[in-house]
């Protein structure tokens, strides 16, 4: 990977997200570089994938539509009815590449997958879907304590805990479920099965 110019990227962030889409920002990449320590991952692979998962958040949801049409990014159903939710994802992967020239395709992932999750997610792609969801800036999300613990020591078992408590949480409030979200759960279900079964 290329030397990153932190700062400058720092900046261009700061310059296309609110304040507290920012300071969320900085928080996943650092929490997602801590779990890399942990994990055995890049570092600065995680600290990438961390300052650009949300660079296309702050986009209106209507403009994350026309993006992807105009750049043949297929959209699903659910993602058409969601787009602020699910597209930023997406098109934030395609902004990592084409206009911050991220070539690693496991960054470019990470960034895609970090709110869906996906099927046999790598070692970087669960940290940075961890890191979103627990970083010191979040105080409402279920059992936070107990995830943030787990997140250093099994991170395929802390991947199941947040799909189970988010699943749980768009059942209760009537939220439109996406369909990888479930696929995703059904694997590290199966996954977390079959690793207790040979413990």
């Known amino acids: 990977m290329k030397t990153m110019n932190w700062k400058k990227l720092r900046k261009e962030m700061e310059k296309v997200q609110t304040e507290k889409r920012y300071e969320h920002t900085l928080s996943v990449a650092y929490t997602a570089a801590s779990l890399a320590m942990v994990h055995g991952e890049n570092i600065d692979s995680a600290l990438l994938a961390g300052m650009l998962h949300d660079c296309a958040k702050c986009i209106d949801g209507k403009k994350l539509i026309s993006i992807c049409k105009k750049n043949k990014l297929e959209i699903t159903e659910i993602e058409m009815k969601n787009p602020s939710a699910?597209?930023?994802?997406?098109?934030?992967?395609?902004?990592?590449?084409?206009?911050?020239g991220v070539e690693d395709a496991d960054i470019l992932n990470a960034i895609q997958y970090h709110t869906t999750g996906r099927p046999n997610m790598s070692c970087l792609e669960k940290i940075l879907y961890i890191a979103d969801y627990m970083e010191p800036g979040r105080k409402h999300a279920t059992n936070l304590t107990h995830i943030r613990k787990m997140a250093y020591q099994d991170l395929d078992k802390t991947l199941l805990k947040i799909l189970e408590d988010t699943l749980a949480y768009l059942q209760t409030t009537d939220g439109q479920i996406d369909e990888m979200t479930l696929k995703t759960y059904h694997y590290y279900k199966n996954e977390n099965t079959g690793k207790e079964l040979t413990e």
């Not at 992967?93 to 084409?98: D, N, Q, Y």
């Open 86 to 100: 699910l597209l930023h994802a997406k098109v934030g992967s395609f902004f990592a590449k084409e206009k911050y």
